[in-house]
């Protein structure tokens, strides 16, 4: 069964760090792509980062040089490293796994319509 649970959000003040994991469960994450996307209320899910078959990542502009992401391969699980966090960054995170493993490494979609399945998400709230 395919699973994918997150874990690490909480309460920072800004300036603060936090550290997400994606463990998954069903399916090797080496073999898959996998994206992080945050969800404001009221807002639209948007990608934050995304890391291909490839080890290539992408980020959304807004957090490049503030957040990392890579694969933990001994814990079958993604990783994002939130740094130097901002109000603006308050949101639920979620992971997910692209639908289907596509043929050129590099690829990583941008658009939620591409993954098929998704953790729960973790709030992460950044506030003084």
């Known amino acids: 069964q395919v699973q994918l649970v997150e874990s690490g959000g909480g309460v920072v003040q800004p300036g603060g760090s936090l550290r997400l994991s994606c463990v998954a469960s069903?399916?090797?994450?080496?073999?898959?792509?996998i994206a992080w996307f945050r969800q404001a209320p009221g807002r639209e899910r948007e990608r934050v980062s995304c890391?291909?078959?490839?080890?290539?990542?992408y980020y959304r502009d807004s957090v490049k040089g503030r957040f990392t992401t890579g694969r933990d391969k001994g814990e079958n699980a993604v990783y994002l490293q939130l740094n130097n966090l901002k109000p603006e960054d308050t949101a639920t995170y979620l992971c997910?796994?692209?639908?289907?493993?596509?043929?050129?490494?590099?690829?990583?979609?941008?658009?939620?319509?591409?993954?098929?399945?998704w953790g729960q998400g973790t709030q992460v709230t950044v506030s003084s």
């Open positions: 890391i291909s078959r490839g080890d290539v990542t």
């Open positions: 069903g399916f090797n994450v080496e073999e898959n792509i």
């Open positions: 997910a796994r692209e639908i289907e493993p596509h043929p050129n490494e590099a690829y990583c979609p941008t658009f939620p319509s591409f993954y098929d399945f």
